[in-house]
Every structure is written in structure tokens, then in C-alpha cells.
């Protein structure tokens, strides 16, 4: 697992790609590439406009409350066999990340015990040309991110920090 630090939670805070407040940027964008919708209520949206997510990633939560079993329903019936994978609140899988090259290339459905949000930078990180990624920004809309070399080193770099501090953490915490 990779603690994700607070400063750079801040920073993911921000949208890591355009902001959209309706599907219909998504929609003709999904004529052209792979989307990969990171979120329970993002997925469901993108269902209802017609839009099947090439890779969902969800956990049956919004805004860390359930969800009804009606939406639950939905995303049971679309994605029938999800890998599943558990992603602490703050954290990265390590695990997801290593598998998010292997997820993207099959598609499907991928149900995280915990929570989704994060995952997201796996997607991008993993993500080419061919695919989108697209969450939800809480209360603003919908972020899509095309997967580019600059926004691949940010994470990277991210990532990178993250690792790091967790092993300071680690070598302080038994010396």
C-alpha cells in the first residue's frame, strides 16, 4: 500500500484534467476512445447516457454513504464479474497499480473494498492515447484526463514521493 501524504491530497483536491459539467464532451469522446470511469455515481451517469465505461471502477459507496440497491443493481448487471481489489481510504493498492496495465487492456468491472478515488492515478499512470479517464469532482462536475506524458510524470512523481516518505516512516518507526 501507498499512504498517499496530505499535501499531496491538496493537490488532488484540483482537477487533474478539464472540468465538464454534463456528459456531452464524454459522449463524443467515447466514439473515439476507451473510457475508464473511476466512481460508483460517474459510472452509473455514463451508463444512463448510453456510455458503457470500457473499465468501471466503483465500491457501492458515494461520498462514503451506500448505495441504494437499485444503482447497485445497475452496475451488478453491467459488470457481472468484477476483479475486486482492497484500497484503504488514503491509499494506493500497490497491488492495483501493479495490475492496472493488465485492467485497462481486458476491461470490465473492478469493485474496491475501501475506496475508489485514488485508484484513479493508476488509470492515468497505466493509461494511453486510446482511453480517457474520467471521475467525478465533488459538487463541480466531471474531470476528464487524457493520459499524457506530463501528467504521467506528476503522478509519477507523486508516487515516487509517497514511497519515499512512507520508507522514512518505516526505517523511524523501528530504529
Not at 24 to 51: F, N, P, Y
Not at 94 to 116: M, N, Q, S, T, Y
Not at 133 to 161: F, N, T
Request: proline residues 5%; aromatic residues 6%.
Amino acid at each position: 500500500m501507498i499512504r498517499i501524504p496530505l499535501g499531496i491530497k491538496e493537490e488532488l483536491k484540483k482537477p487533474l484534467g478539464e472540468l465538464h459539467r454534463d456528459f456531452t464532451a464524454i459522449k463524443k469522446l467515447s466514439k473515439t476512445h476507451r473510457i475508464i470511469a473511476v466512481g460508483d455515481v460517474c459510472t452509473l451517469g455514463l451508463l444512463a447516457m448510453g456510455i458503457r465505461p470500457h473499465l468501471a471502477v466503483f465500491d457501492y459507496r458515494f461520498m462514503r454513504h451506500a448505495l441504494d440497491d437499485g444503482m447497485i443493481s445497475i452496475l451488478r448487471l453491467n459488470f457481472r464479474k468484477p476483479v475486486q481489489y482492497t484500497n484503504p481510504p488514503g491509499m494506493l493498492s500497490g497491488k492495483l497499480l501493479a495490475d492496472a496495465p493488465k485492467l485497462i487492456r481486458h476491461g470490465g468491472g473492478v469493485l474496491i473494498k475501501g475506496e475508489e478515488d485514488l485508484t484513479a492515478l493508476a488509470f492515468i499512470k497505466n493509461g494511453s492515447k486510446r482511453e480517457i479517464v474520467v471521475y467525478g469532482q465533488p459538487h463541480e462536475g466531471l474531470v476528464v484526463v487524457r493520459p499524457d506524458e506530463k501528467i504521467k510524470k506528476k503522478i509519477e512523481g507523486w508516487l515516487s514521493a509517497a514511497l519515499a516518505l512512507g520508507h522514512k516512516i518505516k526505517r523511524h518507526e523501528s530504529e
